[in-house]
């Protein structure tokens, strides 16, 4: 069975890590100024030359209210007319892109992050969307994979139905806790019955998917009130949760510094919530997927882990890692080809570049021969928790282990620790090892000894 867990506290203990989350490889920190407009110009015409289909990301950067705890690129502000000339360079950059596609792209899959993509009014939305259509090639038989992020204060009916109107057939929503003292430290009053509004209306509207996130380590929880929010969570009945480790880091993130750190649970009352969280959402019926991630096995992320056909990239697990994944709005990350590039992260400048009719890449990074083979091994570990020596010997015309021969102890330490099953043929991360996947990933990790780690998260 792919989802079994196997709890191993001492085993958490030696390998829970600071590293990398692994949604690209290499990851963003390595991305570079050097690359720029052309480097992304020439990754659209081969995108449109092998018609490749298309994902697509839609960052709105905006929120009404701060969250103390969020590490997202984003705005606060209460002026709703802070979105309109953001929309209106959103919309140049739209034309700028697409111009250099072919109409024959499908978009497979469509994505609307933020901040609060609700924070946009009813018609704000409605044009942007109509605008997307307008140039790029939308699905109109609800087959694709269009989803977005909702703040439940931030949504009723009448959103709702326009999401669905709009094509929308997925929702994320934040929740992060429901206990109203951790809500108060973190900035973020939300109640149950607001949350249960929302998702009533997304199962009335017939959404095809519910997705909701938590998160571990907030100033105020204990095992036992997080405990309480797990089940609450469960009783809603969400096909995928996201379970995220809350990485306090202040030092990079201003928001943070308005949490009290002597409110933030010890390290072993983190791994006892998440403990139990594993138990909790086993017994209900989720399957572990991996890095945090949990669905119901009749879930296409579950099926596809299943079927080894599951891939990962800036949008986390995903079913449409063949597409090409393209990025708009400020911060936003494109993945095409072995092109790797982001979007300028500041507003002013985002704004300005496009108002000159310029894109605004900012940074980003070529793939070499090098990066292809371990982003491809990292690929399979952390997706199917499996990895083939022949299918990568095949794929990329090496020897697996005259290629890796320095990594090999690495690879036997942690065989021994009982984290994986090594052989001649292939890499079984065990049980024992599911939650401590990245561990393994960062042995493949050419660039990691020259990056400083305080940058990352720990693994657990």
């Known amino acids: 069975m792919l989802d079994a867990i196997r709890w191993d506290t ?16 290499p990851t963003a920190v390595q991305f570079h100024s050097q690359v720029g407009t052309f480097d992304l110009l020439h990754a659209l015409r081969e ?6 289909p298309l994902s697509l990301y839609v960052h709105v950067p905006f929120c009404a209210n701060i969250c103390y705890y969020c590490a997202c690129n984003k705005v606060i502000t209460k002026d709703r007319g802070r979105a309109l000339p953001y929309l209106q360079r959103l919309e140049q950059e739209i034309q700028l892109i ?31 969307v109509g605008h997307l259509r307008q140039h790029f090639n939308l699905l109109d038989d609800d087959s694709g994979d269009y989803g977005i992020e909702i703040d439940p204060r931030e949504a009723d009916w009448s959103t709702m139905g326009l999401l669905r109107e709009l094509g929308f057939n997925r929702v994320s929503i934040g929740l992060q806790d429901l206990d109203p003292a951790v809500q108060r430290a ?12 929302v998702i009533e209306a997304a199962r009335t509207l017939q959404f095809r998917s519910i997705n909701i996130d938590l998160i571990y380590g907030l100033p105020k929880q204990t095992p036992d009130n997080f405990a309480r929010t797990v089940e609450e969570v469960i009783n809603l009945q969400p096909d995928r949760l996201s379970v ?30 998440l403990q139990r969280t594993i138990e909790q959402l086993t017994a209900a019926g989720y399957r572990y997927i991996g890095m945090d991630h949990f669905a119901l096995p009749d879930d296409e992320l579950a099926i596809a882990q299943e079927e080894s056909t599951l891939q990962r990239n800036f949008q986390g697990y995903t079913t449409h890692g063949h597409c090409d994944l ?42 070499n021969q090098d990066d292809r083979v371990r982003r491809e091994v990292i690929q399979q570990l952390i ?56 561990s393994v990933c960062m042995v493949f990790d050419a660039y ?3 990056q400083n780690r305080q940058r990352f998260s720990r693994v657990i």
């Not at 995108?47 to 490749?52: E, F, G, N, Q, V």
């Not at 306090?248 to 006892?272: D, G, T, V, W």
């Open 448 to 450: 990691l000894e020259q």
């Open 47 to 52: 995108s449109r030359k092998a018609l490749r």
């Open 10 to 25: 001492d085993l958490i203990r030696r390998y829970d890590l600071a590293g990398p989350r692994y949604t690209s490889y």
């Open 383 to 438: 997706c199917n928790f499996s990895l083939d020596f022949e299918a990568i010997e095949q794929q990329f015309n090496i020897d697996f282990r005259g290629y890796f021969g320095e990594l090999w102890p690495q690879l036997q330490a942690m065989a021994e620790d009982g984290l994986i099953k090594l052989s001649n043929e292939n890499i079984e991360v065990l049980p024992a090892g599911r939650l401590l996947v990245r």
């Open 186 to 197: 973190v900035n973020r009053l939300q109640s149950l019955e607001e949350t249960r509004a």
């Open 326 to 367: 393209i990025g708009l709005g400020v911060s936003a990350i494109s993945q095409i080809g072995d092109l790797y590039c982001q979007n300028s992260s500041d507003l002013n400048q985002y704004q300005n570049l496009l108002g000159g009719a310029q894109l605004a890449t900012s940074r980003g990074l070529v793939c």
């Open 244 to 273: 995220f480790n809350y990485a306090h880091l202040p030092e990079r993130f201003m928001p943070q510094r308005r949490i009290n750190s002597h409110e933030l649970p010890a390290p072993a009352e983190k791994l006892q919530m």
């Open 98 to 128: 697409a111009c250099h596609l072919d109409p024959g792209q499908k978009v497979e899959q469509l994505h609307f992050g933020g901040g609060t993509p609700t924070f946009l009014s009813h018609d704000e939305l409605r044009q942007l």
